[in-house]
């Protein structure tokens, strides 16, 4: 059976980016895969399984870099690939909840990250932030509904300003917000005393380095010269099992045109979607379970997978290759 219309048009818009977000991106694909379990009709079980499988590489394929993709698909595959089933109705039951429970616990998960780091918000704080992350947009929209008083300093995000997004979304809830371009961090630090740095995740790894948009690790170095304190916002399903056996995390490049289209002849470009932040320079990690140093990534992850490390190393899906 062919993949239907509205599951290619969801990994499309991951691929371009329409959708966007780590967290987003892990309940679209989790949707899609909903989609696909729902719209299936020729055919029988075997075949509905490897149909399934086909849509799991499909949406795996569009991005590289975000766990929380993978960590989505496989956990609604992980009941097709674990259970024996009667029928494909039973099965496409079964995928459907799977989806629907991550949907579900992916929208519980932010909400929870905004009170738990909502906590750690003063009145008078002065707030950078780098991106767009509803993790972090749900803290700091916690935060100003309970009273708190502060103000946030919003990268631009070059080169696809998603900081645009985090500037209105929290002008929109009435939060004083400032738009600075990216190579203005330190200046706005030091101008502007900036009290903490609350950024998203893609990916977190064992060793509980930070994979986030382009540009973070340098606004890291510029928190840690001024002893700022550097808080990364993030649910658990960001959290990267194939890391644990020191797979390293594949950065996206994305096309050239992002940054300038037609250059003149000569001039080669480069557009690293991602940087890593190393542990060492980020103070603690906020989640849906609680908060925790960037040294306790892999105790995060054991408990999350529960399996060898070589079993997790196992877990990602394999590229596409249907075109
Ligand atoms: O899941 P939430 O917190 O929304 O976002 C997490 C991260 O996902 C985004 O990636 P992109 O804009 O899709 O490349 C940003 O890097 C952001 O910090």
């Not at 991106?25 to 075997?46: F, H, N, P, T, V």
Request: net charge neutral; with cysteine; charged share 25%.
């Amino acid at each position: 059976m062919v993949v239907p219309e509205e599951v290619r048009r969801i990994a499309e818009d991951i691929q371009t980016m329409k959708i966007r977000g780590a967290g987003r991106i892990a309940r679209a694909a989790a949707r899609a895969l909903m989609i696909a379990a729902q719209e299936y009709k020729s055919g029988g079980l075997d075949e509905f399984l490897d149909y399934m499988e086909q849509v799991a590489r499909l949406l795996v394929s569009t991005r590289p870099t975000a766990v929380s993709l993978p960590n989505a698909v496989n956990y609604v595959m992980k009941v097709l690939r674990e259970n024996k089933f009667q029928d494909i109705e039973e099965a496409r039951k079964a995928v459907i909840e799977a989806a629907q429970g991550f949907i579900e616990y992916s929208e519980q998960a932010v909400k929870r990250i905004g009170e738990i780091g909502a906590r750690l918000i003063k009145t008078g704080d002065r707030i950078l932030t780098h991106c767009n992350s509803s993790a972090v947009e749900s803290i700091l929209v916690t935060a100003w509904r309970s009273g708190k008083r502060f103000h946030v300093y919003a990268t631009e995000t070059r080169p696809r300003f998603q900081g645009y997004i985090t500037a209105r979304n929290l002008a929109k809830a009435g939060i004083p917000v400032t738009l600075v371009p990216d190579s203005a961090v330190l200046q706005v630090i030091e101008a502007k005393r900036i009290t903490r740095v609350i950024v998203g995740a893609d990916t977190v790894t064992a060793n509980g380095a930070v994979i986030n948009k382009i540009g973070t690790s340098q606004i890291a170095l510029a928190a840690r010269l001024h002893r700022i304190p550097f808080i990364v916002a993030t649910e658990t399903y960001k959290f990267s099992p194939y890391t644990v056996v020191g797979q390293p995390v594949e950065i996206e490049e994305r096309p050239p045109e992002e940054v300038l289209e037609n250059p003149p002849p000569g001039i080669r470009i480069r557009n690293p979607a991602f940087d890593a932040t190393p542990p060492e320079y980020i103070d603690m990690i906020v989640t849906e379970r609680g908060i925790i140093p960037p040294k306790s990534a892999a105790l995060v992850l054991w408990e999350m997978f529960r399996r060898s490390p070589v079993e997790m190393s196992q877990l990602r899906v394999e590229e596409d290759t249907t075109g």
